[in-house]
C-alpha cells in the first residue's frame, strides 16, 4: 500500500473496527483516538490517557492490530502516546525524574519518585471543600517562598485530593521555571532515605540534597510520627529552608495540633504559615469531578449515571474514580451501554442506597419480635417489668432513628405523657452506659428495624 496520510488510514481502520464492536465501547474507548504516525513498522495511536492507554491495550490491541492488517496489509507495532489536555498546547511535559526524585541518587533502586502526569492544577476541580487549599496551593507555586503561606499545610481525610495538589505545585513551578529546585517526597520515604543515608555513611549527601530545594514538598507528615531522629533532621532542614526563604509544602491526615508523637517545635512550626483543610466535596463537585474525568478520558456517560454516582457515592474522590472505573470496565468488557439501569444494577452491592426512613411502628415490630413480647403489650397499660423495659427500649430506639418528638413518640406508645419517653430514653442510656451486652443487643434491635416493613 502507498504512502499516505495517517489520519486516512485510521479513518478506513476505525471503520472496519466499529463493524466488530459493540457501539459502547467504540463510542468510550476507540473513536477518540486518533493515529499521528504511520508506517509499515510502527503506528503511533494518540490517546488522551495513560489510563485510556493501559485500557485500550488491554483490551483492544488484537482487535486494532486485526484490522490495520486487514485494511493495510501491513502489521505496524502499536504504541501509545499520551496527549496533554485540551487548551494547554503540545504535548504533555515530560517531568524529569532526576529533578524531583533526589531520593533516587541516594537509593537508585527505588524509582517510584515519579510525579504522576494526571495531577495537575487543570484536572483538579475546584468547589468548596477545597477552594482555600487550591488557592493556596495556586499561589505557593507561583512564587515559592515569597507568599505568607510558608509552610503551607493542607490536611483532610483520605482520597479528598492532598496528594494531587501537592504534586500539581510541582508540576505547575517546574514548568514556570525550569531552574527551580523541586523536591517532592512523602514522609515515608524521607524517612526510609534518612536511615538509609545513616547506614551507607552518606548523611551529607541527604542534607544536601533537602537543604538546597527551593521548594520542598513532603506528603503525609503524618507519618513522622514517633520517629525522633526523622524528625530532628526534618526539623534542621526545615529551619535551614525557612530561615533562607524557600517554600515548604506539607500535607497531613489530621491537623498538626492533633499529631501526636510529634515534637513540640515541629507542630509550632506547621503551624506558621497557612494551615487548610479539605472537606469531602459536596454533591455539585462530585458531579464536576466525574464529569471531568469523563471527559479527560474521551468518554460520553448520561447525565443521569453521573448524577447516580455523585449521590450514592459520597465517602471521598478516589471512591468516586473507582466506581467510574469499575463502570466503564463492565460496560466495556460486556459490551453494553451505560444506562442508568446498566449502573443501578451494577453498582447496586457497592452503593449502599440510603435506607428508608425507619418509622416508629418498624421498632415497635423490631423490639416486639427481638423479646418476643406480643405487639400489642409494648402500646399498652401493664407494668409487667419485662414489658417495660422493652417499651422503654422501643422510645428510645425511636427518639434516636426517627425525626419524632417525644410528644409524637409518646402517642405512639397508647398516649403516653413526653416525660414517660424522656424517662425512658434515660433509663436505656444508663443501661448502654454500664452494660456491654445490652449494648450489643441494641446494636441486633436496630438493624433489625431496618429490616421491618410496617
Ligand atoms: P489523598 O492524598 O488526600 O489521599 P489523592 O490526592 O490521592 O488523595 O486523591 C485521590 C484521587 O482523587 C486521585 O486520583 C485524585 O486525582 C482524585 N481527586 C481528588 N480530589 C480531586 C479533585 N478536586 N478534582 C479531581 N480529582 C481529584
Ligand atoms: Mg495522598
Excluded at 464536576?288 to 478520558?297: E, P, S
Excluded at 460520553?300 to 447516580?308: A, K, R
Excluded at 416508629?360 to 407494668?383: C, F, G, K
Excluded at 417489668?385 to 422493652?390: D, I, Q
Aim: glycine share 4%.
Amino acid at each position: 500500500m502507498s504512502p499516505s496520510d495517517p489520519a486516512e488510514i485510521w479513518a478506513r481502520c476505525l471503520l472496519n473496527i466499529e463493524k466488530k464492536t459493540s457501539r459502547q465501547s467504540f463510542e468510550t474507548w476507540l473513536r477518540s483516538i486518533k493515529c499521528s504516525h504511520f508506517e509499515s513498522k510502527q503506528m503511533v495511536l494518540d490517546v488522551p490517557s495513560t489510563f485510556f492507554a493501559e485500557w485500550v491495550e488491554e483490551h483492544f490491541l488484537p482487535l486494532i492490530q486485526s484490522s490495520v492488517l486487514e485494511v493495510t496489509s501491513l502489521s505496524p507495532q502499536i504504541s501509545f502516546f499520551v496527549m496533554q489536555q485540551e487548551g494547554s498546547g503540545g504535548p504533555a511535559p515530560l517531568v524529569k525524574p532526576e529533578r524531583i526524585a533526589p531520593s533516587l541518587q541516594i537509593s537508585p533502586h527505588e524509582s517510584n519518585m515519579n510525579l504522576n502526569p494526571r495531577y495537575t492544577f487543570d484536572t483538579f476541580v475546584v468547589g468548596n471543600s477545597n477552594q482555600l487549599a487550591n488557592a493556596a496551593a495556586r499561589a505557593v507555586a507561583d512564587a515559592p517562598g515569597t507568599t505568607a503561606f510558608n509552610p503551607l499545610l493542607i490536611y483532610s481525610g483520605v482520597g479528598l485530593g492532598k496528594t494531587h495538589i501537592l504534586q500539581a505545585i510541582a508540576h505547575h513551578s517546574l514548568k514556570k521555571s525550569n531552574a527551580l529546585q523541586v523536591v517532592y517526597v512523602s514522609s515515608e520515604k524521607f524517612f526510609l532515605d534518612f536511615i538509609d543515608s545513616i547506614q551507607n555513611n552518606k548523611r551529607q549527601e541527604f542534607s544536601k540534597i533537602y537543604r538546597n530545594a527551593d521548594l520542598l514538598l513532603v506528603d503525609d507528615v503524618q507519618f513522622l510520627v514517633n520517629k525522633e531522629t526523622t524528625q530532628e533532621e526534618f526539623f534542621h532542614t526545615f529551619n535551614v529552608l525557612h530561615q533562607n526563604g524557600k517554600q515548604i509544602v506539607l500535607t497531613s491526615d489530621c491537623p498538626p495540633s492533633e499529631l501526636k508523637g510529634l515534637e513540640e517545635r515541629l507542630v509550632s512550626r506547621f503551624q506558621w504559615g497557612l494551615v487548610a483543610d479539605i472537606q469531602t466535596p459536596d454533591l455539585e463537585t462530585r458531579i464536576a469531578i466525574l464529569q471531568k474525568k469523563a471527559t479527560t478520558d474521551g468518554i460520553e456517560l448520561p447525565q443521569g449515571v453521573i448524577s447516580f454516582i455523585a449521590e450514592n457515592v459520597t465517602s471521598n474522590v478516589r471512591e468516586l474514580e473507582g466506581t467510574l472505573i469499575r463502570l466503564l470496565a463492565s460496560a466495556s468488557i460486556t459490551n453494553q451501554d451505560i444506562t442508568l439501569p446498566f449502573a443501578q444494577d451494577l453498582l447496586k452491592n457497592i452503593i449502599q442506597t440510603a435506607s428508608p426512613a425507619v418509622t416508629i411502628e418498624a421498632i415497635q415490630t423490631a423490639v416486639s419480635m427481638h423479646y418476643n413480647i406480643p405487639y400489642d403489650l409494648i402500646v399498652a397499660e401493664t407494668r409487667k417489668k419485662a414489658v417495660v423495659m422493652a417499651r422503654q427500649v422501643a422510645m428510645y430506639l425511636a427518639k434516636a432513628h426517627t425525626k419524632s418528638s417525644l410528644k409524637t413518640i409518646g402517642l405512639h406508645f397508647g398516649g403516653r405523657d413526653h416525660s414517660t419517653v424522656i424517662h425512658a430514653c434515660k433509663s436505656v442510656q444508663e443501661k448502654i452506659a454500664n452494660d456491654a451486652n445490652f449494648r450489643e443487643e441494641l446494636k441486633k434491635i436496630s438493624e433489625l428495624c431496618k429490616y421491618t416493613h410496617t
